[in-house]
């Protein structure tokens, strides 16, 4: 088991960078890949970011290339994602979520989830 929690939401504005954290515990978290999701109202999880469990492969969706940046540092069992120039349709709840072997882009694929930390982008 892995238990994730995720920090840094907040309401900003257009333009604006925020970076969110998640911090796991539980099973050795150097083993796991790690991906980033969102959810807006109405919609699916959609997949952000996600990092291989040493941190040398990364993989983003086509929305954020250029403007985020998922990166880990196994030391402290924490990911992170970077979030720059952010635009009001990033306007979401973030999560994110673990599993072994390779990076994946469809939420079914991982079983270890967050509760989700709320980011609010205004204009």
């Known amino acids: 088991q892995v238990q994730l929690v995720e920090s840094g939401g907040g309401l900003v504005q257009a333009g604006d960078s925020l970076r969110l954290s998640c911090a796991a515990s539980?099973?050795?978290?150097?083993?796991?890949?790690v991906g980033w999701f969102h959810q807006a109202p109405g919609k699916e999880r959609e997949f952000v970011a996600g990092?291989?469990?040493?941190?040398?492969?990364?993989d983003y969706a086509d929305s954020v290339k250029g403007r985020f940046t998922i990166s880990r540092d196994n030391a402290k069992d924490t990911v992170y994602l970077q979030m720059n120039s952010l635009k009001r349709e990033d306007t979401a709840v973030y999560y994110c979520?673990?599993?072994?072997?390779?990076?994946?882009?469809?939420?079914?694929?991982?079983?270890?989830w967050g509760q989700g930390t709320q980011v609010t982008v205004s204009s």
């Open positions: 539980g099973h050795t978290f150097s083993n796991y890949v």
């Open positions: 979520a673990a599993r072994p072997y390779t990076v994946a882009r469809t939420a079914a694929e991982y079983p270890y």
């Open positions: 990092i291989s469990a040493s941190g040398r492969s990364t």
